[in-house]
């Protein structure tokens, strides 16, 4: 692991927050299960200036596709399944979904 990558870190998210693009943030690496990187920079709250804590506890919006992407990537590359799979192979229930359009509801193919 290169020091001065992990350096860089230091000095991407520190740019970001002298830009104002982040309020502080939490970085951490890992490295075959060890911690090889963990900064806590900036702000948790710049009202009061409370600097930002390594054991900060973030809200995350937004992550359950891309968390969900990820293990059906991850099955997929174990052979689990195949992308052209229809979803109805694995899911039975979704065999007859009926999707709204213009021409009212249609069955699809899932």
Known sequence: MSSAKLRKIETVVGDMIDEQKLAGAV?????QGQVVHLKAHGWQDIDTRTPMREDAIF????????????????????GRFDLDDAVSKHIPELARVQVASEAGLVLQNA
């Open 27 to 31: 970085t951490l690496v890992l490295r």
């Open 59 to 78: 809200r995350i919006y937004s992550m359950t596709k891309a968390i969900v992407s990820t293990g059906v990537m991850m099955l997929h590359e174990e």
